[in-house]
Each structure stands twice: as C-alpha cells, then as structure tokens.
C-alpha cells in the first residue's frame, strides 16, 4: 500500500551510490578507490565524521581480512552500513497501553504537519484510534493546515485560537482523548516563535504537561528533518534532542533529494533510530524505515 522504500530510494541511487557501485564494481582496490569512495559518501551526505570512521574501519578490514578485489571492499562496505543502523531502543509508539502520547518536534518547514497526516491515517488503516492536537498555536495556517490533514485522514483534530497556550491544549487534547477513548495521541508542535521567545522552553512546557497527565509521557518524540537540508539538520537536530528529549526521526522529502546518506548520520552523530521515511507528498507517501531494505535499495542496481 505504501511506497516503497526502495522507490523512494531512487534518486540517492542514481546520483551517489550508483557511482558507488561503479567505482567498486571491478578491479583491485588502489588509492584511488579509496579517495572516490570518501568522496562520494561526503557527497551522499553521510558526513564527515561517520565517512572517515567508515573508512577507517574498511581499511582495517581489508588489511586484516586480505581483501583485494574493489567488490569485496563494495560487500564490506555494505556490511558497515548495515551496522551503523542499529539501534535497540524499543518503538514506543507501538507499545501497548491505554493511551499513548507522541508529541512530534521539528523546524518550520521541515514537513512536521504533513507526517502527522500520514502516521495519523497509517495508524488508523493499522486499527488505532487517532487523535490530533494543534500545539503550533503560533501561526493560524498551522492549525488549519493539521485540521485539513486531521480530515483527510479521517481522525479528530483538537485545536484552539491561534494564539493560545500550547501546553493548555495539550492538556486538553490528552482529556479529550481518555474521555472519548483515543489511544494513540500526535501533538503537532511550533517550529519557530517570535525571535525573542525560546523556542526550546515553550516545547519543555509542553513535554511537561505530558508527563504529568499521562504515566511515561510523551511515549515517544519524533523528530521531522528534511533530508534536502542535509547536514544543516543535524545542528538543529542536536538541540532538540538535549531540550525535549527526541526519541526517534521522521526523515522526509527522501524521494526529492540525493542525500539519502544522512540516515547513516542521524544513526551515528545523532545516536537517534529513523522510524518513518516521507516518501512524496501524499497521504500514503510515509515507509516504516527498514535498515535491510534501505541498504540494500541504496546499492540496487536501476
Ligand atoms: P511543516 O512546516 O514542518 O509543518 O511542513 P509541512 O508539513 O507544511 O511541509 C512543508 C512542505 O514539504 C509541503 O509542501 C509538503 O508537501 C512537503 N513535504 C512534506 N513531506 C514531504 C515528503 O516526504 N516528500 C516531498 N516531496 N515533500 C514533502
């Protein structure tokens, strides 16, 4: 029914490790393999730190193992990928309780309010009861905008005035949800503020009500990055994590970019799981994130 990861795949293959497997389809391994290989992972945006440890690592193995041949170096490669994406913390989201709380973080932009679109009618089509709460209070678009998604997913939508407490309508959105029965509740939250408000305090408010209301509150903190936005993301993604606690990424917009490789980043630089792939602009364009499918989708020959 979704999109495949692999579909989603298909310009980060086209453009970087496609080359990849050009440059480690045959031969012997010489210094120039190794020298178009970091480059191409840099450009992949995989990031420098994670590209140098990388190679690091395939160095040693190819010492140690007595590698030769460029698609031996392409399998271990794959094989070191693979390994970065590991990660044993549990999906909370998919815990079973009365009620679970999800809040979802990110900067404007990003696609935070078309992912809750789409985790709200995937969760729907997967038997929950889905509610949504409007928590950018900050601009008046926002809120409408979730209202349309609340709609087209066919879930309820808890909002208020523009303008209103975020953490008021959380703790009135959580209410809603126990009295009429919801389990699984997304609350959309503000990317950007007046300049001079601290964008980070109002989302600890918010957090905050979470935790009082509802036992391990908020099960899970997904964070939306734009995959375009590369490495710049990772900055901001930094402070997120440290202020409200970010437990997961929502990674979108893979389908319009080549810089596929950040995935490997968020996993390594980040130390977050990717949980969800946006795979184009429509309701259904969302993919649980596979760590075998994705690799094995980067180096799939077209
Ligand atoms: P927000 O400001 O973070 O709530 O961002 P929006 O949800 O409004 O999304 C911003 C833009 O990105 C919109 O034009 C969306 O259609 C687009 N968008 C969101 N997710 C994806 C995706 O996975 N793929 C593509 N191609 N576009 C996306």
């Given at each position: 029914?979704?999109?495949?990861?692999?579909?989603?795949?298909?310009?980060?293959?086209?453009?970087?490790?496609?080359?990849?497997?050009?440059?480690?389809?045959m031969?012997?391994?010489?210094?120039?393999?190794w020298?178009?290989?970091?480059?191409?992972l840099?450009q992949?945006?995989?990031?420098?730190?994670?590209?140098?440890?990388?190679?690091?690592?395939?160095?040693?193995?190819?010492?140690?193992?007595?590698?030769?041949?460029?698609?031996?170096?392409?399998?271990?490669?794959?094989?070191?990928?693979?390994?970065?994406?590991?990660s044993?913390?549990?999906?909370?989201?998919e815990?079973?309780?009365?009620?679970?709380?999800?809040?979802?973080?990110?900067?404007?932009?990003?696609?935070k309010?078309t992912?809750?679109?789409?985790?709200?009618?995937?969760?729907?089509?997967?038997?929950?009861?889905?509610?949504?709460?409007?928590?950018?209070?900050?601009?008046?678009?926002?809120?409408d905008q979730?209202?349309?998604?609340?709609?087209?997913?066919?879930?309820?939508?808890i909002?208020?005035?523009?303008?209103?407490?975020?953490?008021?309508?959380t703790?009135?959105?959580i209410?809603?949800?126990?009295?009429?029965?919801?389990?699984?509740?997304?609350?959309?939250?503000?990317?950007?503020?007046?300049?001079?408000?601290?964008?980070?305090?109002?989302?600890?408010?918010?957090?905050?009500?979470?935790r009082?209301?509802?036992?391990?509150?908020?099960h899970?903190?997904l964070?939306?990055?734009?995959?375009?936005?590369?490495?710049?993301?990772?900055?901001?993604?930094?402070?997120?994590?440290?202020?409200?606690?970010?437990?997961?990424?929502?990674?979108?917009?893979?389908?319009?970019?080549?810089?596929?490789?950040?995935?490997?980043?968020?996993?390594?630089?980040?130390?977050?799981?990717?949980?969800?792939?946006?795979?184009?602009?429509?309701?259904?364009?969302?993919?649980?994130?596979?760590?075998?499918?994705f690799?094995?989708?980067?180096?799939?020959?077209?």
């Amino acid at each position: 029914m979704f999109k495949s990861i692999r579909e989603s795949l298909t310009r980060t293959r086209q453009a970087v490790f496609g080359q990849i497997v050009n440059v480690l389809g045959m031969g012997e391994i010489t210094e120039e393999t190794w020298e178009d290989l970091e480059a191409l992972l840099v450009q992949a945006d995989v990031g420098v730190p994670t590209t140098m440890a990388l190679v690091d690592t395939l160095r040693e193995r190819v010492e140690r193992e007595g590698l030769f041949r460029a698609e031996q170096l392409l399998a271990a490669l794959k094989e070191e990928l693979r390994a970065i994406l590991n990660s044993d913390a549990p999906f909370e989201l998919e815990g079973k309780r009365l009620l679970t709380v999800v809040m979802v973080v990110g900067v404007n932009g990003s696609g935070k309010t078309t992912s809750i679109g789409k985790l709200a009618y995937h969760y729907k089509q997967k038997g929950r009861k889905v509610m949504l709460v409007a928590g950018d209070t900050f601009r008046a678009a926002a809120i409408d905008q979730l209202k349309i998604w609340g709609q087209r997913a066919d879930v309820p939508v808890i909002a208020s005035q523009p303008g209103a407490d975020p953490a008021a309508i959380t703790y009135d959105g959580i209410r809603a949800a126990r009295a009429r029965g919801y389990d699984l509740l997304f609350i959309d939250t503000a990317g950007r503020l007046h300049t001079k408000y601290n964008l980070m305090k109002e989302l600890e408010k918010v957090y905050g009500v979470c935790r009082k209301s509802v036992h391990n509150a908020p099960h899970e903190v997904l964070l939306v990055l734009d995959a375009p936005t590369g490495q710049n993301a990772l900055v901001q993604a930094a402070k997120f994590k440290e202020s409200v606690h970010a437990t997961g990424v929502v990674l979108t917009k893979l389908d319009s970019t080549a810089k596929g490789g950040m995935v490997f980043a968020i996993y390594r630089e980040l130390g977050l799981p990717v949980r969800f792939i946006g795979t184009g602009e429509g309701i259904q364009d969302l993919a649980p994130f596979d760590p075998d499918q994705f690799v094995e989708g980067l180096f799939e020959r077209n």
